[in-house]
T-cell receptor
């Protein structure tokens, strides 16, 4: 029973390029959350998705960032025209339901470095 | 505004000592979760506390949920170097899981 899988683990992009981060939730989980973490800081919420729907994107910058969770395949967090300030660790978590008390499980993260 | 405040922010103690870290809020949560994150890894869920006043034990770790469900504590007995990491508390708010900034714990051998 595989856990939450994120890839790539490390991603280096030059300024202005696009970054695509993938997250495959645990089997049977239909809720996905994306978080961003800067060094020595906690996890900052970005977006919450269910299959084919964005439920809450209040933590995601309005420009350059987008997320999707298609009916088939992994959830994708896409960052266009990356800038140095986008360098961070990006984590996704999945849960069976979106209700309170439902436990969320995290992937190992993608560490994005913009050079 | 930080809805979940964790303290202390940093803690460095000797192996074998006991310690308590805290997660406080002015708001009521239906449940709180504790995670541990090691460098270069994702957070790993340790426990979920649901009922006010609940106490859960995980080997040398004791988790308590406040009676009013606004705060939680994590007590570690006889800390070991393997306990080193970032301890995060989290709770549901407006359909999303929010996190405190964490307590960075370092156990010295």
């Amino acid at each position: 029973n595989a856990g939450v899988m994120q890839n790539p683990r490390h991603l280096v992009r030059r300024r202005g390029q696009e970054a695509r981060l993938r997250c495959s939730p645990m089997k049977g989980h239909s809720h996905v959350y994306w978080y961003r973490q800067l060094p020595e800081e906690g996890l900052k919420f970005m977006v919450y998705l269910q299959k084919e729907n964005i439920i809450d994107e209040s933590g995601m910058p309005k420009e350059r960032f987008s997320a999707e969770f298609p009916k088939e395949g992994p959830s994708i967090l896409r960052i266009q025209q990356v800038v140095r300030g986008d360098s961070a660790a990006y984590f996704c978590a999945s849960s069976l339901q979106g209700q309170p008390n439902t436990e969320a499980f995290f992937g190992q993260g993608t560490r994005l470095t913009v050079v | 505004t930080q809805l979940l405040k964790q303290s202390p922010q940093f803690l460095s103690i000797q192996e074998g000592e006991n310690l308590t870290v805290y997660c406080n809020s002015s708001s009521v949560f239906s449940s709180l979760q504790w995670y541990r994150q090691e460098p270069g890894e994702g957070p790993v869920l340790l426990v979920t506390v649901v009922t006010g006043g609940e106490v859960k034990k995980l080997k040398r770790l004791t988790f308590q949920f406040g009676d009013a469900r606004k705060d939680s504590s994590l007590h570690i007995t006889a800390a070991q170097p393997g306990d080193t990491g970032l301890y995060l508390c989290a709770g549901y708010r407006d359909d999303k899981i929010i996190f405190g900034k964490g307590t960075r714990l370092h156990i010295l051998p």
